[in-house]
């Protein structure tokens, strides 16, 4: 119990010296020894790296988990060293709900397909997903935590005794300083008069005692300059290894930017095929259902946008009551047709589609009889059948064809 209060004193006047010394620094009353240009540049640098790295760790943690109270919920396993519980992400809860709507209000109506292939989709791009959050934590979150807890902690702890090798220098500089300054005064100007021979002798002693004090004080400073050498030296070569984390977390960023990639890839095949399978399904219309585009009874000619076609063959497109349609025995009427220009390259799967490439100009028309929301497409002596959507503005109407 003694021995802890005797430190527990030691330490507070510690605290107190450095306070005071600190103070004295700010309004430049106490020497201070400054650090090169070269270590202090290392010095904002390393506080830079550090400062961005949290940044770009904590949103990343927004990116892959947008929810802050499983994110807190995450922290707190991770800080009590359990293992975070499997969580379903939000498409695979939804593919959930999905299957199950669907199987209430019946998997063999239109809406129950829809709903049934619609949750198959989903359930995959939550599994994609998952992947892709396992996959970004270990290779780009994991590094970023390591270099905080581990490598920062390390220099953070060697800046804080380089802090307190420079006070302890500075300090032994003012004491020597002090001590230089009573020796001179001791020696030119006696304590007592010099008619007396006893004052010739208290002169001479004080005169050693303050050179005893002159000496001492100067082994303090060559310790001290000493440890600050060797102590900054350290910190040098660890703030000078913030050039090897900056490799690191390069290549740690690449292989974020790969899974995301392959992510988003996956994604855009489990879309692309979903929406080929719901356009098997007789009726279903792609994009929007507002009957606001003009009929193609007009007489004048007008380019509207077409999009990359993605359906089948035309039987399996066509509206109830027009599957017996043949295409190759359709004629184009002798006026009401448009063009129509394609946004989207579109590889045939068969036969029985069209091949088409962005930007190129296709021939569209409507037939007597027809759904209104239907249009033949035709490009030289093909022909294919497709939905009509929601005009853009300053477009004649858009149109999405299917073969």
Known sequence: MDFNMKKLASDAGIFFTRAVQFTEEKFGQAEKTELDAHFESLLARADSTKNWTEKILRQTEVLLQPNPSARVEEFLYEKLDRKVPSRVTNGELLAQYMAEAASELGP???????????????????????????????????????????????????????????????????????????????????????????????SASASALWNDEVDKAEQELRVAQTEFDRQAEVTRLLLEGISSTHVNHLRCLHEFVESQTTYYAQCYRHMLDLQKQLGRFPGTFVGTTEPTSPTLSSTSPTTAAATMPMGPSVADLAPPGEAALRLEEVA???????????????????????????????TVYSLPGMDPDWLIGERGNKKGKGTRAAPQEGDAGLLQLRH
Request: proline letters at 5%; hydrophobic letters at 40%.
């Open 108 to 202: 063999t109506t239109p809406y129950g397909k829809t709903l049934i292939k619609v949750a198959e989709a989903e359930k995959r791009l939550g599994a994609a997903e998952r992947d892709f959050i396992h996959t970004a934590s270990i290779n780009f979150l994991t590094p970023l935590r390591n270099f905080l807890e581990g490598d920062w902690k390390t220099i953070s702890k060697e800046r804080r005794l380089l802090q307190n090798r420079r006070l302890d220098l500075d300090a032994s500089k003012a004491r020597l300083k002090k001590a230089k300054a009573a020796e001179a005064k001791a020696t030119t100007v006696p304590d007592f008069q010099e008619t007396r021979p006893r004052n010739y002798i208290l």
């Open 332 to 362: 184009p009427p002798a006026s009401g047709t448009r063009k129509a220009r394609v946004l989207y390259d579109y590889e045939a799967a068969d036969s029985s589609e069209l091949a088409l490439l962005a930007d190129e100009l296709i």
